[in-house]
Each structure stands twice: as C-alpha cells, then as structure tokens.
C-alpha cells in the first residue's frame, strides 16, 4: 500500500484500537451513560461510526472498484476537500448532525448493546481498510464520490477516505472524554 493510502488506513486502525480501549470493562451501564439528554454516550459515539460508515463503506468500494482513472501519488485535494477533511478531524468545532446520521433519538435514553456495536465497528473497519487497499493504483484525487448524507457534497475518493478516517478518530477521542466526565458511574454503581 502507499504511504498514503497507508495513513488512512492507519487511522482507521488506531481508531479501532483506541475504541477497543475506551470500551474495556465497560458495563453496559458505562457504555450508555449519558453526561446530559443532548449529549451522546460512549456506545453513541461509535454508533454514530456505523451509521456514517453503513452508507460510506459501500460508497468508498464501489468507487474503488470501478473502471478510474490510474495514478501513482501522492494526492492532493481542492480547497472544499481540505476544508471538509479540517471540519471533521479531532479538535475541531463540533458541527450539528443531521438526523439521518445521529445513533438515537434526540434526548433519548441509550440501550446500545455494547458488543453489537463493537462487532459492527470492528467489521466496518475491516472493510475501510479493505477500500484503502482496492484504491492501490487508482488515482483517488480523480474519483468523485457524493456523500451519502449530503447530497451536494462530491469529493476526491482519497479525500472522503481520509476524513471519515479522522473522523473516526474524532468520536472516539469523544467516548473517552464521557468517561472522564463527571458523574461518570463506577463499575460499583452500575
């Protein structure tokens, strides 16, 4: 894989790691604490992962598997891109969700079961990765791919790849910080 298409999949990676970490121990109590009704529980940050990615995935391996254009790399990304792939990394400003990608109801109570979701986002990774190797060869700058939720955003494949890749990253650095959350309950309590 190149180096680049290596990074994405590393952050696909490190996310999964990351998320297997934050996860450990939990009960599913912990897993679906919430520090306010608006705000998400550490099973709905990484739900709202396989809401993004159940339309995402199949949208980054059509792409990498059809007739494109072929290129060697590294890429480079538009001024729209960068500002999509700046929007959604860790740190930046949170940004509203639309509905069709929030992991519940506003407000409700979270009933995640924590090893459905980790078996999804473990299985979802595997196939972002997969896609990471499928794009070996392609030029990824040249494929367009229109964001499932979005519908006005069309992107260069590597570009989609490599923010959803970021943001990943960014709610599961968010799982964490619920468990650090005051009020967070102990193993005890739950």
Not at 32 to 37: A, D, L, M, Q
Not at 93 to 105: D, F, I, K, V, Y
Not at 111 to 119: A, G, I, S, W
């Amino acid at each position: 894989m190149s180096p680049q298409l290596q990074t994405y999949a590393d952050q696909y990676r490190q996310s999964q790691e990351e998320a297997h970490r934050v996860v450990a121990g939990l009960t599913p109590a912990q897993f679906n604490w919430k520090p306010s009704p608006s705000e998400w529980s550490v099973g709905e940050c990484l739900e709202h992962l396989n809401v993004i990615a159940r339309s995402y995935v199949p949208a980054f391996e059509r792409a990498a598997s059809a007739e494109a254009p072929r290129g060697s790399g590294p890429y480079s990304y538009g001024m729209l891109a960068k500002l999509f792939i700046r929007s959604v990394r860790p740190g930046s400003r949170p940004l509203p969700t639309a509905p069709a990608m929030n992991p519940s109801e506003k407000g409700m109570a979270s009933t995640l079961d924590p090893q459905r979701v980790l078996v999804e986002f473990d299985a979802m990774t595997e196939r972002y990765v997969s896609a990471c190797a499928q794009m070996e060869g392609l030029d990824y700058s040249a494929v367009k791919v229109r964001s499932p939720f979005l519908a006005l955003l069309r992107l260069p494949l590597g570009a989609m790849v490599d923010a959803m890749g970021l943001h990943a990253l960014r709610h599961v650095q968010q799982a964490q910080r619920v468990t650090q959350r005051e009020g967070f309950p102990t193993s005890d309590e739950s």
